[in-house]
């Protein structure tokens, strides 16, 4: 008996030591890939709340650039009205003026006919199919925006139907610029006896109520004189670039 229970307790002996044994070494890989998917879970969990995070203020961003964008596009507008009306206050000496000038941000759609890279149809509320609107980019002169089957689509700088009141240079002459289906724009109907260079300075004239004066709209490049007047091919600061946002002009005083 004595022997037999000495057999019996060292082989629980060696059971429980081997279990032991045999238990660590088998928990150790277990442990370590619980934990490895333990911390892989946080990570994951981590990186989505920081990925979502920098989109909201990434968002956050973008919708504050846009209102600021607007801001100073509406600024722009303003000191352009004013110097012109300023211009004007020296000259008459008499001018009572005032700065009203409202713009709207409007959204591209798409091409009216493809093809075509000067025609585009644009999202604009408010839309008046009896009025013609002036277009901007940047500041610069884009084009107009007129109705088609009551539907606002913009012309812009290259469309042959394109066209609103410039002066041109510092002799301010004035002239009417439209496009011809290519890159460059033309000026016509400019007086011959009003002087005017290569390298000048093509500006809104304001006279047509589509545009305030002194907009930017391109440089002269070349000058022709046929019937009694003057053309001038200018190289437009704004040309087919067909961005997703545009300004237009709703109000000019």
């Known amino acids: 008996m004595n022997k037999n229970s000495l057999l019996i ?10 279990a032991l044994y045999f238990t660590n070494l088998l928990q150790s890989p277990i442990i370590y890939l619980n934990l490895s998917l333990k911390i ?7 990186s989505i709340q920081n990925g979502i995070d920098e989109h909201f203020r990434q968002q956050a961003t973008i919708i504050d650039l846009r209102r600021k964008n607007q801001f100073y596009e509406q600024e ?25 000038p409202s713009t709207r941000l409007i959204r591209t759609i798409s091409y009216v006919r493809f093809g075509d890279p000067h025609r585009v149809w644009v999202e604009m509320d408010h ?48 002239g009417i610029v439209r496009g011809n289906n290519k890159r460059q724009l033309i000026v016509e ?30 440089k002269v490049i070349s000058i022709t004189k046929a019937s009694g007047y003057q053309s001038a091919i200018i190289e437009p600061y704004f040309y087919g670039k067909n961005p997703a946002y545009f300004h237009v002009i709703t109000h000019i005083r």
């Open 189 to 218: 109907f400019i007086p011959t006896w009003i002087p005017i260079s290569v390298g000048d300075e093509v500006l809104t004239s304001g006279l047509d109520q589509i545009f305030m004066a002194g907009l930017k709209v391109g």
């Open 76 to 100: 722009l507008l303003n000191l352009h009205q004013v110097a012109d009306e300023y211009q004007k206050l020296l000259i008459e000496h008499n001018s009572s003026f005032q700065t009203s």
């Open 40 to 46: 892989a879970y946080k990570n994951t969990l981590e």
């Open 9 to 18: 307790g060292g082989l629980l002996a060696l059971a429980v030591g081997g």
């Open 127 to 174: 839309f008046d199919p009896t009025k013609v609107y002036g277009l901007l980019y940047r500041g610069y002169a884009a084009g107009i925006v007129v109705s088609k089957d009551k539907r606002p689509m913009a012309l812009l700088n290259g469309d042959l139907k394109s066209s609103y009141a410039v002066n041109v240079g510092a002799s301010m002459a004035p």
